[in-house]
Nanobody, 115 residues
């Protein structure tokens, strides 16, 4: 059974940083894309960043230059380093792993950016 567990969320002030982690278990994930998404209250879930098994990354324009996605295939873990956080980054952040026939999601971790 595939499980994804996010951690690292919290309350920070504008301009500060956080690093989110997403630990996958149940099978090997090193060749599959992993991604981060977020959902703010009243909004639809939106894509934030993706990293392929080979390490190619892509970012939403709203986070480009501030967020960095990475992965440690030996640990089946993906990370999202978030710098220069803004109040509009406030959301529940979810990770996803895309297998050939199904996508799996974590339970989410809350990030709140407020002064």
């Amino acid at each position: 059974q595939v499980q994804l567990v996010e951690s690292g969320g919290g309350l920070v002030q504008p301009g500060e940083s956080l690093r989110l982690s997403c630990a996958a278990s149940g099978r090997g994930f090193s060749i599959y894309p992993m991604g981060w998404y977020r959902q703010a209250p009243g909004n639809q879930r939106e894509w934030v960043a993706t990293i392929t098994g080979g390490g190619t990354t892509n970012y939403a324009d709203s986070v480009k230059g501030r967020f960095t996605i990475s992965r440690d295939n030996a640990k089946d873990t993906a990370y999202l380093q978030m710098n220069s956080l803004k109040p509009e980054d406030t959301a529940v952040y979810y990770c996803k792993v895309q297998l050939p026939t199904k996508a799996y999601w974590g339970q989410g971790t809350q990030v709140t950016v407020s002064s």
